[in-house]
């Protein structure tokens, strides 16, 4: 069933606008920044480009606030630099895939302007609740249920035009959008339709998983147990819902039907690497080609979540990435990512940076380690260069709505947590961290923006950008950037990389962390598996021990198969990296 489809052998880079090239010194990242800087991206050798979001919006969420899907905010440039920017990519044989933002939009959309009249025909575009019964609608405690949104506060909004609440499971100005209304998906595959008529070569689908609600026979919305900040779970009534596969193949059939040499990769909130994942990237099914499942991104949050962070152990890493490994083992396909805009930089999360050659041996360990996994490796802007964590000690140096509202509603509010501790969760989790500007160089905004530009960047510069910079590394053999470089080669030049079956060696060693990869008519056999192993693990040498480091090598390569030994040693010996 293995389709072998062109984006197997492909390596994606994620681009966050706002913080990859400034060309107008206004301090925030823009499409010719973006065409200018593509040169840099071909010589890594990348073969897909994603767009994090660059349609107009009130940029409450760094544009995952959509207020119009067919035209470029101001501020990233116009359609005519989205047009040169894809037509210079095509040239350097790269294809670029647009970030779909479409659970939600923005407040400003006018799809939802329209909504909040009752006799529009946009009445019913989004989830619109009265007041609980028994209250006076807009006063405290009158919202229709307890739910929370991710982004702090209740999830229901007061509109005093309506009268009534409307759902945001995010920002309260990002309206979920009501995909049981099938004039809602015709709208949204029209506007898809008219950006693959462009030229784009596909899409990455924010949050695609939470689009089908679970609603009870009568529509009702059930409330759940109320936890320490005040508030119920959302998650449940949102993630794969019923009519998920249905809405994923409509938008199939309404889209892609027809089309090739496009990609589809979606979020995959609540998909934990299991027969869900398999089913919706099955090609068979026609639903999506791949999904980032998150699980393996949750083995360091403790138990009040992402901002009491835990140290991570391997065995967890090994067990969640196998989970994900084995899903997708003979049907579907797996997308591999260790960093993305909103998670911390992994060379901080779970590296060791005490030291320069440390942290740039961390780098390519966890380099190795996600490359060389079966699926498509997709690389964050800076992932490359080894960029750290923002290393923020202070509220205002944060710009992330999220990392603001939940710090006030934590430890202001709520009072679940000391100022103190929830700022140790921001430096270690902050999605901000990931945001900081792309270092280019060494001048004074990393080559971000001009020295001489008129405004900062919208957030400051990571000041071990003299250190961790493009300039010195793209001649170096030895920099992270080359490193990259090879892993990207290995993947188009040797099929096991991309093709082969998967296998983990040692699930209980907590130091080593070594897979097996052999094309399925393998001719290295079992005995040459378990004697790999066994070299790995002496080679790695400070197994056991505290004093060895995180490395990786590829030690056997045979002609069928490829041995991969990561030593994780000094990462056992470092954490809490906080
Ligand atoms: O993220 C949604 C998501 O699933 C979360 O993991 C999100 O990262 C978390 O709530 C924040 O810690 C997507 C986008 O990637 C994110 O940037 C947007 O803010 C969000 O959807 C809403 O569009
Ligand atoms: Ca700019």
Redesign the pocket.
């Known amino acids: 069933a293995s389709p072998n489809p062109w984006w197997a052998n492909c390596v994606v880079y994620q681009i966050y606008p706002r913080s990859f090239q400034d060309t107008n010194g206004d301090g925030i990242g823009d499409l010719r920044g973006i065409t200018q800087r593509l040169d840099y991206l071909a010589r890594l050798g990348v073969d897909v480009i994603w767009l994090?979001p660059v349609y107009k919006s009130p940029q409450d969420?760094?544009g995952?606030?959509i207020a119009d899907y067919q035209q470029i905010d101001p501020m990233f440039g116009t359609l005519a630099d989205m047009d040169a920017l894809l037509a210079k990519a095509h040239r350097l044989g790269m294809k670029v895939v647009m970030d779909l933002?479409v659970?939600?939009t923005s407040d400003e959309h006018p799809w939802f302007q329209a909504s909040r009249s009752k006799d529009d025909p946009h009445a019913d575009w989004y989830w619109w609740r009265p007041a609980k019964p028994g209250h006076e609608p807009g006063t405290p405690g009158a919202e229709p249920n307890h739910w929370g949104s991710?982004?702090g506060g209740s999830a229901w909004q007061y509109d005093p035009k309506r009268g009534e609440y409307y759902l945001h499971?995010?920002s309260k100005k990002?309206p979920d959008l009501n995909w049981e209304n099938p004039a809602v998906r015709h709208a949204v595959y029209d506007m898809m339709n008219w950006w693959m008529d462009r030229g784009i070569d596909g899409f990455r689908m924010?949050?695609i998983t939470?689009i089908s609600k679970h609603l009870g026979p009568n529509g009702e919305m059930e409330d759940g147990e109320i936890g320490p900040e005040g508030y119920s779970n959302v998650y449940w009534f949102c993630e794969d819902g019923p009519r998920l596969d249905e809405f994923l193949q409509e938008m199939h059939r309404e889209v892609f039907d027809g089309r090739d040499g496009y990609m589809t990769v979606g979020?995959g909130?609540g998909i934990e690497g299991g027969p869900r994942d398999e089913h919706i990237t099955d090609p068979r099914n026609r639903e999506l080609d791949m999904l980032f499942v998150?699980t393996h991104l949750d083995i360091d949050h403790g138990e009040g979540g992402?901002w009491t962070p835990k140290p991570m152990r391997l065995t967890d890493l090994k067990r969640t990435m196998a989970s994900q490994q084995n899903a997708v083992a003979s049907n579907g396909w797996a997308s591999i990512f260790l960093d993305?805009?909103?998670?911390p930089r992994v060379v901080s999360r779970w590296g060791d940076t005490s030291s320069d050659d440390m942290r740039v041996r961390s780098a390519k360990a966890l380099a190795l380690l996600a490359h060389l996994h079966r699926g498509t490796p997709y690389i964050y802007q800076g992932e490359e260069l080894g960029m750290t964590n923002a290393g923020f000690t202070r509220l205002d140096q944060y710009r992330d709505l999220?990392s603001i509202n939940m710090y006030h509603q934590r430890v202001e509010e709520a009072k679940v947590e000391s100022a103190d501790d929830m700022m140790a969760g921001l430096a270690a989790q902050s999605?901000d961290n990931a945001r900081t500007p792309m270092q280019w160089d060494s001048t004074k905004y990393a080559g971000f923006t001009a020295e001489y530009a008129p405004t900062e960047p919208w957030i400051s510069v990571n000041p071990n950008h003299d250190v961790i910079n493009a300039e010195a590394q793209v001649d170096d053999p030895d920099s992270v950037f080359a490193f990259y470089q090879k892993l990207i080669e290995l993947r188009h030049t040797n099929p096991i990389v991309a093709a082969g079956d998967w296998t983990l060696l040692d699930p209980e060693d907590e130091q080593v962390y070594d897979f097996l990869r052999s094309l399925p008519d393998s001719d290295g056999g079992v005995e040459g598996r378990l004697a790999g192993s066994a070299e790995g693990r002496s080679d790695g040498g400070a197994a056991g021990s505290t004093e060895g480091h995180l490395e990786g090598g590829v030690l056997g390569n045979a002609r069928r198969s490829l041995l991969v030994v990561v030593n994780c040693s000094s990462r056992s010996a470092h954490v809490p990296a906080q």
């Open positions: 994090s969420d760094n995952y606030d933002v659970n939600h991710y982004f499971q995010f990002q924010d949050v939470l979020e909130t998150f992402k993305n805009h909103d998670q999220e999605r």
